[in-house]
Structures are given as C-alpha cells and as structure tokens.
C-alpha cells in the first residue's frame, strides 16, 4: 500500500504566513533574473506593504458552469460551458493601517492631513478597486506570490480585538477583469524554490 504523506506535505498543504502587497505587478519579477530579490525589494518599501497574514490563508480560483442549452433538453457533451472564474484570496491581517482600511472599504483613494487620515465610506452598487494587489508569502520549501487584478473588498472592514491586544482583520478580495472584453483568469501564481546556499 502507498502511503500518500511524504517528507515535503507539510509545506504543502496551507499558505503559511505572508504579505499583502498594493500597486505591484510580477512583470518585474518575471523578467529578472533573480525575482525572489524583485520581491525582498517590494517588501522593504512601505508604499506598498498593506500588512502581514496569519498563516492559513486560502486561495480560490473557480470555474462557474453554464448550461448552454439554456436547460431545454438533456446537453450533449461540449454543451456545459465556463461562464466565468471566481478568484478570491481570504485571510486575516495582523495589522490595521489606512491603507489596508481603504482596501477593505473598496476606497481607491484617501487623504491625510495633518498627520490624521479620514475616511468616509460611501457605498456604491459598483465597489471600486484600489489597484493590484499581490500576496507573497512562505510555502515550505520557497516562496508564492499570488497576483489578484483589481481586486474589490466583499467581506468589508470588521476588526478583531483579541485578548492579547493583538487586533486582526479578517479579509476576502476577488479578483476582476480591467475590461469586460479582456479574456483568462484575473491572477496569476508565482512559485519560487528555497535557495540553497
């Protein structure tokens, strides 16, 4: 009999804790030469840093299926169609900021005056994303980095004030199309083996 566990399953089986990353594409990962050093770089710059996740994060890439007869007669193969993909990466902050406040409100855009940061949210039938936003974080044996396009908030803002005084924020982003006409999934994954020295 096999056994089906072996010595790397553990790395496998959860996103282990990460990095949620806003206004960065993988283009310039993809094309050096050393892209986890493209990554460490983005990591160091606030600008883009929207918090740390626990670990446990889940990823969901999802087809939706169509009917295409329209449900009028029993289909024949070739008749159940993708309609679309749902994309969504969920998961818990540990850390609450403007930035990743905006982000779960859907706001784009928010000022700070004075060294103080108001947000009103107004709600709108159509949520507007703030940009791409890419989570990277460890896998076990190296590194992934999921890309969501224009992602939007559908969990909303709630915060989490545990016993410790360690406050968390859960989150739920799905990914979306720039355009009605564009075709593919709105992601992409990135796995980077463990280096070696």
Known sequence: MLDPLH???????QLGEGVLLRGTNLDAALLAADPAAVLAELLEKEQHRL??????CIFRCVPRMVDATGGHRTP?????LVGRWEVTLSGTLMEISPANAALLLNIPEF????GRTVMVPEPTPVPESSGDVCWVGDM???????????PISTGGLVFHATPDGLGEMPFTLMAQKRHPQESGVPCRLLWLPEVTA
């Open 111 to 114: 000022a700070v005056t004075g």
């Open 140 to 150: 076990g044996g190296g590194l992934l980095a999921i890309h969501l396009r224009r």
């Open 51 to 56: 918090g740390v996740t626990r670990s446990g």
């Open 7 to 13: 010595a790397c399953t553990p790395g496998h089986l």
């Open 76 to 80: 024949a193969e070739g008749e159940t």
